[in-house]
């Protein structure tokens, strides 16, 4: 079993930064990717961001220069830096770790970027 929580969530103003965390627990083992999903009002959920165990990074386009993820492998921790917040990253952001092939997913975590 394996467990994700996010926390880091909340109301920024456009323009504005925030850093979500991300704790794995449980049955995993190095080595597996951790990233970052988001589901915006009435859509489908999206890729954001992940990075390998060994520290290969990928972004969506919209949000390449904005945002940046991290890891702690000693903790299991994921994060993810997000600079020049705008309204339309408005979404729940969900983490993920997967591992041969099998992804796990925390419950996610409310971003709202409004004035």
């Known amino acids: 079993q394996v467990q994700l929580v996010e926390s880091g969530g909340g109301l920024v103003q456009p323009g504005g930064s925030l850093t979500l965390s991300c704790a794995a627990s449980?049955?995993?083992?190095?080595?597996?990717?951790m990233g970052w999903y988001r589901q915006a009002p009435e859509k489908g959920r999206t890729f954001v961001a992940r990075?390998?165990?060994?520290?290969?990074?990928k972004y969506t386009d919209d949000v390449k220069g904005r945002f940046t993820i991290s890891r702690d492998n000693a903790k299991n921790m994921a994060y993810l830096q997000m600079n020049s917040l705008k309204p339309e990253d408005t979404a729940v952001y969900f983490c993920?770790?997967?591992?041969?092939?099998?992804?796990?997913w925390g419950e996610g975590t409310q971003v709202t970027v409004s004035s």
């Open positions: 990075m390998s165990d060994y520290a290969t990074t």
């Open positions: 449980g049955s995993i083992i190095s080595p597996f990717d």
């Open positions: 993920y770790a997967l591992k041969k092939g099998v992804k796990y």
